[in-house]
């Protein structure tokens, strides 16, 4: 499958622009263990204060890459995890026989940061939430540009979001956690633009998930100056080819 990127947004730790991760794709540029959330000053002050770290990271994100066409663009919001921390809590509240909160519970589901896209946005578009484990950064670009093809957008948004779990988690973890939200403004491949190719092999037999996100591998790939990558978990062979060479 062939598509053209035309936004890509990114933020972890202290990159945030372009620049940033052009120095990461390069080995100019470390990613820092810290978790800045985005200011988010366009959305106001009463909504913005119900938004957690992870669900302001995706909307920063979301919001910088759709640009104009945020209000009609369909989109694929993903995450393997989701907003865990929120979910972790509403957990131990069930555990300890406390009152569940119908907002928390809300704002905690997959699809919740995507409707809240939608709301700020007034955005009626088809959207749809992918949770696919360690290929989740992945198949959501494989089912955006499914549905890219099969429709007739001019454009879809894919948003993934991670954030580093809580820590009674880590141990079932075999990935470097990274707080991290990336939206991609996906078009169709033509053939005057450079465009990025994604080849997938089904049962690739790897005893163990591979240590870095996809996203990372996504944003030195898409970065940086190589013309392929291939990117191995423990169901799937993923190939990353380039059209042309980026300017």
């Given at each position: 499958m062939e598509f053209r990127v035309k936004n890509c947004v990114a933020w972890a730790?202290?990159?945030?622009?372009?620049?940033?991760?052009?120095?990461?794709?390069?080995?100019?540029?470390?990613?820092?263990?810290?978790?800045?959330?985005?200011?988010?000053?366009q959305i106001p002050a009463m909504q913005r204060r119900r938004l957690s770290p992870f669900a302001k990271m995706a909307l920063h994100c979301a919001l910088e890459a759709s640009g104009?066409?945020?209000?009609?663009?369909?989109?694929?919001?993903?995450?393997?995890?989701?907003d865990l921390h929120k979910t972790s809590k509403l957990i131990a509240d069930v555990a300890d026989n406390a009152p569940l909160s119908p907002t928390q519970f809300g704002l905690s589901v997959h699809n919740a940061v995507g409707g809240q896209f939608s709301i700020y946005t007034k955005n009626k578009a088809p959207l749809t939430a992918i949770s696919a484990?360690?290929?989740?950064?992945?198949m959501a670009i494989a089912d955006a540009v499914c549905k890219l093809n099969s429709n007739d957008y001019g454009s879809i948004l894919v948003v993934y979001t991670e954030e580093?779990?809580?820590?009674?988690?880590?141990k079932y973890i075999q990935q470097r956690q990274v707080s991290i939200g990336i939206a991609l403004l996906l078009e169709k491949a033509q053939s005057s633009e450079p465009s990025i190719q994604l080849n997938?092999?089904?049962?690739?037999?790897?005893?163990?998930?591979?240590?870095?996100?996809q996203a990372l591998d996504f944003l030195t790939f898409y970065h940086g100056s190589q013309d392929q990558q291939t990117i191995s978990s423990k169901r799937h062979i993923?190939?990353?080819?380039?059209?042309?060479?980026?300017?």
């Open positions: 730790g202290e990159l945030t622009s372009d620049a940033d991760w052009r120095g990461f794709a390069n080995g100019e540029k470390m990613l820092a263990d810290v978790t800045l959330a985005p200011a988010l000053k104009d066409v945020a209000s009609s663009v369909p989109s694929v919001f993903s995450s393997r995890h989701g484990g360690e290929d989740t950064f992945l580093v779990v809580p820590l009674k988690y880590e997938v092999a089904a049962n690739a037999v790897n005893e163990y998930e591979n240590t870095t996100l993923w190939t990353l080819s380039k059209s042309q060479l980026r300017s």
